[in-house]
């Protein structure tokens, strides 16, 4: 629901703009790593996937066993059966490699029992838990393309700016 002024929404129907509609909800990390592994899920061409260090990669996994991700991850669906990752691809990529034994931990500092695993090396109640893990997530079903992927490109250009400065300021 919109709350707006009158003076707002009367300046608002005199102009031609499409907003996008969402809606949170929870899914397990293993349905997103199998979504993934099996192209369901998408990259945007916008989308940027670094190649990430093992330590960057492991601390994420570490962070899926202790339930610490704070932040949802966001989809956007489209009409072709693909939904694209804007917004946490780093996840979705470290816990793919983690689950398909192309990742082995290193450098836990909490859970270092860990460190030197694979996904493999679990025990199947250690599995099920990492892949039962739910995570919000933020699905995008109605947009507007053009202006969903300038919107995109600022929120992730003013989101990626505030951890740098938060970096600068804490190093």
């Known amino acids: 629901m919109c709350i707006a002024s009158n ?4 300046y608002l129907a005199g102009h031609s703009y499409t907003c996008y509609n969402y809606e949170f ?6 349905e997103l790593v199998d979504g993934y592994f099996i192209g369901k899920l998408g990259l945007l061409e916008i989308s940027k996937v670094d190649k990430y260090s093992e330590s960057e990669m492991s601390y994420i996994v570490e962070s899926v066993f202790m339930r610490c991700i704070p932040k949802p991850i966001v989809l956007l669906e489209s009409e072709n059966d693909i939904t694209y990752i804007i917004d946490g691809i780093k996840k979705i990529v470290a816990c793919n490699a983690f689950i398909n034994g192309e990742l082995m931990l290193d450098g836990l500092k909490i859970l270092s029992r860990f460190n030197g695993k694979k996904f493999d090396d679990l025990s199947d109640d250690e599995k099920t838990y990492f892949k039962g ?6 699905k995008i079903n109605k947009y507007n393309e053009k202006d969903i992927i300038e919107r995109i490109k600022t929120r992730y ?15």
């Open 7 to 10: 003076g707002l929404r009367s």
């Open 25 to 30: 909800e929870k899914m397990e990390i293993g």
């Open 133 to 138: 893990f739910e995570i919000y997530v933020e």
């Open 157 to 171: 250009l003013t989101i990626r700016k505030g951890y740098n400065d938060e970096i600068d300021t804490a190093t």
